[in-house]
């Protein structure tokens, strides 16, 4: 059984009993955030640290709801039973914590994205970090009175076009520059420690540029490869990515591992050009990079410089 799963028995079992007995408190009840067992990437590893069965409840403002009210609510899951499925609760705060218990919808929003409603401008949606987006739309909705928490994750479900565009615009050009050009310089100048370098820079901006390219956001970097697997057509470029990253870059490998950069280049141009992103013919990814950042319809946003997003 997943963290997601446990979290899921535990409101069924208790949790659902225990919000019976305030039955007009409009609220949502879901299970999302922080955490490898928010996205089902837990194992028996992931629960050394942060690990225990619990849910959110989010309530309306202070003028639907009242201050005395969230504390009873906020004892009532405190007094929930300290272990289920053999997972010890221990060390649960009594106002709710900072993954599960009790928030005010709003001011939970505010301090993880900086949005009470789920609405960002361009540069918010640029500067806030992806992984804080997907922990905002991960996980599972239980119960939702007014709609209001699903209403914002349906806002931060995925960058908006021009903002997507940027970032890409970004990555592919980083990509160029690191594995079309600056991999293939370190070894004419006979350095393989800064060619090495320049590999993993390709590899991060074209793990990057996949799920930008498949509308998903990427997880902390630590769970990235095992997304990438996940991905329904870019899921193809995991396994040379990786090796390109774990293999050495001097020898026979050299001249290899530069074609692996070209054909992944190749690649990711077909996806650009399937999704009309670009409207370069050829294999430079600096010049697709140019030309998905002036599809951007935005002015303000496409006359950014190309790396603003990255």
């Known amino acids: 059984m997943n963290g997601l799963e446990l979290s899921h028995g535990f409101y069924e079992e208790y949790g659902k009993a225990m919000l019976a007995e305030f039955p007009d408190i409009p609220m949502a009840v879901a299970i999302f955030g ?48 300290k272990e289920y499925g053999g997972v010890n609760r221990g060390g649960l705060d009594p106002v709710g914590g900072s993954r599960t218990g009790v928030f005010r919808l709003k001011e939970y929003f505010s301090e993880k994205l900086g949005t009470a409603t789920g609405d960002l401008t361009a540069a918010q949606w640029i500067t806030t970090p992806e992984q804080l987006l997907l922990e905002a739309t991960n996980g599972i909705v239980l119960r939702d009175d007014t709609g209001a928490l699903t209403h914002i994750r349906e806002k931060l479900a995925y960058f908006p076009e021009d903002v997507r565009r940027k970032k890409l615009a970004g990555q592919l050009l980083l990509m160029a520059q690191a594995g079309q050009y600056n991999y293939v310089r370190c070894l004419q100048h006979g350095e393989p ?18 799920f930008l390219l498949e509308k998903r956001y990427q997880p902390y970097y630590k769970w990235a490869p095992r997304a990438m697997r996940e991905l329904p057509q870019l899921h193809t470029l995991a396994d040379p ?21 070209e054909a992944i280049a190749s690649t990711v141009i077909d996806v650009l050009q399937a999704q009309n992103l670009t409207k370069a013919i050829c294999g430079d990814l600096e010049k697709h990079a140019y030309s998905v950042n002036d599809s951007i319809s935005d002015p303000d946003l496409r006359n950014r410089h190309i790396l603003a997003a990255v």
Do not use: W
Not at 44 to 68: K, N, W
Not at 193 to 210: D, G, H, N, T
Not at 253 to 258: D, G, H, R, V
């Open 193 to 210: 420690f800064a060619a090495q370098l320049a590999v993993s820079e390709f590899v991060k901006s074209a793990i990057s540029a996949a």
């Open 241 to 261: 990515l990786c090796q390109l990253l774990t293999s050495a870059a001097d020898g026979e490998l050299a001249e290899e591992k530069q074609f692996m950069i």
């Open 34 to 81: 922080a955490g490898s067992e928010n996205l089902g990437y837990d194992d028996e590893i992931s629960r050394d640290h942060d690990f225990a069965p619990g849910f959110g409840i989010f309530l309306p403002d202070e003028d639907t709801v009242d201050r005395r009210t969230a504390f009873l609510l906020e004892r009532a899951y405190a007094k929930l039973p």
